[in-house]
């Protein structure tokens, strides 16, 4: 029989061990009477687990208090301790909403077990139950949206196999999720299909007790397509255009919007159009003193229905290593963190909000060049985040400008800005 076992960190400092340890018994001694077993009070039903409560046996010697189970879809034994200080255990990894037969125990220094307690107990629903019924999938541009939310902010994986027929070849791919945040939104990307071509997903959860959910095998989606807004046209001229610093555009229509003013040598804001990102020492970026939020308002002059923006970030910073493979400023206080779009209603003449979106910082522990790459790629965000499509026609677009990164997206930092591109439906 297979145990896994897992030891739970005692919150009580550590120097408490030395209160009692001299009445203690040394770690070789011949002791072969086991330890009173715990009295249980009551247990605490969670989200894929339990919290058993119980006064800890008296006996001198005991060192930990365990708890274990046996999985009846494998037979696998998971095993958890916790210190002879805590009055409670918590006991994961319990992925159905069924009765589950505990074991629970105390150990002495010599290792002798007391009886086992078997107590019987149900857990709720489960992240990786609630997240397979909560999906939301759907066609995104030339992609595939998923998204979900981890209320309980456990790590999930999500299994994503889909199928599509390309140049009359059939392919069969498997993309992996693994997140612990809230609020996931993930995109199956370069799925260059023609948009009456559908893609067939099974997907399936799992978490790191190796708790796997049945798949779902009946989601068909269709992708949709975009495009660069162009911002020059053949000949270099450009389309699109900035209103001059400070001024307040449209407001002949009634608009009370004021265009971002930028300052010091590298505050132009012609910089966020011109097709260049900032990397190493090039200075291509704007930057602003402006208080939060202020706003960058471009004329596109023709009429686009709009579908993604992508904004890319500062590079150069001086405390940093801006290198070609240094993070240098990128996820960082100087840069935008926080922003919504907006479009020109030319019927209500008002500034219609889009959408509002947040740049994640990125997950895990990741390298100098790691950020440099995610950084260099931009920031993706569809106009409509929760429904992709495309807005109504627009010709005026505005960026307004939320916060930066530092402090959990506070106002105050953020007033770099490096490029922004805008996509939008085929143009026929």
Same mark, same amino acid.
């Given at each position: 029989?297979?145990? +896994? ?7 009580? @400092? ?8 001299? =009445? ?12 009173? &077993?715990?009295?249980? $009070?009551?247990y605490? @039903? ?11 046996? /008296? ?6 208090v365990?708890?274990q ?10 095993? #958890?301790?916790?210190?002879? #200080?805590?009055?409670?255990i ?26 086992? +307690?078997?107590?019987?107990?149900? @857990? ?12 939301? %999938?759907?066609?995104? #541009?030339?992609?595939v ?7 309980? !902010?456990? +790590? ?15 392919? /069969? ?12 939104m993930?995109? %199956? ?6 948009p009456?071509?559908?893609? !067939?997903? !099974? ?5 790191n ?12 989606? #269709? ?5 660069e ?15 001059? $610093? ?8 009634? =608009? ?14 012609? !910089? ?20 939060? @939020?202020?706003s960058?308002? %471009? ?7 709009? $579908? ?36 020109w ?35 993706? &965000? ?18 307004? &400008? ?7 997206? &506070? ?15 085929? +143009?026929?």
């Amino acid at each position: 029989m297979k145990i +896994i076992s897992f030891l739970l960190i005692c919150t009580i @400092p550590l120097f408490c061990a030395s209160c009692s340890e001299e =009445a203690r018994y040394d770690i070789n001694s011949s002791d072969a009477t086991p330890p009173g &077993a715990p009295v249980i $009070s009551r247990y605490e @039903p969670l989200n894929g687990a339990v919290r058993i409560f119980y006064t800890p046996p /008296t006996d001198a010697d005991v060192i930990s208090v365990d708890v274990q189970y046996t999985r009846k879809s494998d037979a696998k034994t998971f095993r #958890f301790s916790t210190s002879y #200080f805590s009055n409670s255990i918590l006991v994961p990894g319990l992925a159905d909403t069924v009765t589950y037969e505990l074991e629970l125990y105390a150990v002495d220094r010599a290792g002798n077990h007391s009886p086992k +307690i078997v107590y019987p107990v149900k @857990p709720l629903e489960s992240a990786i139950l609630k997240v397979k019924r909560e999906m939301i %999938i759907k066609g995104g #541009f030339d992609a595939v949206f998923v998204k979900w939310t981890n209320e309980l !902010k456990e +790590i999930v994986n999500v299994f994503m196999e889909y199928t599509f027929t390309l140049n009359n070849e059939t392919r /069969t791919l498997t993309k992996v999720f693994s997140s612990s945040i809230k609020d996931n939104m993930y995109y %199956i990307t370069d799925l260059n299909l023609p948009p009456d071509s559908p893609i !067939k997903i !099974k997907y399936w959860t799992a978490d790191n007790y190796e708790n796997v959910t049945d798949y779902v095998d009946t989601v068909q989606v #269709f992708v949709l397509k975009d495009m660069e807004v162009p911002k020059v046209d053949p000949d270099r001229t450009p389309y699109w255009v900035l209103p001059e $610093s400070n001024t307040i555009p449209l407001a002949e229509k009634g =608009a009370l919007v004021r265009q971002v003013f930028g300052n010091t040598a590298d505050g132009r804001i012609d !910089k966020v159009i011109d097709g260049l990102i900032d990397e190493n020492e090039s200075l291509n970026y704007m930057m602003t003193e402006a208080a939060h @939020p202020w706003s960058l308002i %471009i004329d596109l002059r023709r009429y686009y229905e709009l $579908s993604r923006i992508v904004t890319h970030q500062r590079h150069t910073d001086a405390n940093t290593d801006f290198s070609s493979v240094g993070r240098g400023g990128y996820y960082r206080s100087g840069n935008i963190g926080q922003y919504r779009m907006y479009r020109w209603d030319e019927e209500t003449n008002v500034w219609e909000l889009i959408s509002f979106h947040k740049i994640e910082m990125p997950q895990g522990t990741l390298s100098e060049l790691e950020y440099n790459k995610l950084g260099r790629a931009g920031d993706m &965000a569809y106009m409509y985040p929760d429904d992709p499509r495309y807005t109504k026609p627009t010709r005026w677009f505005r960026y307004e &400008a939320l916060s930066g990164f530092s402090n959990n997206y &506070a106002a105050g930092t953020g007033g770099s800005l490096s490029e922004i591109t805008l996509y939008c439906k085929p +143009i026929e």
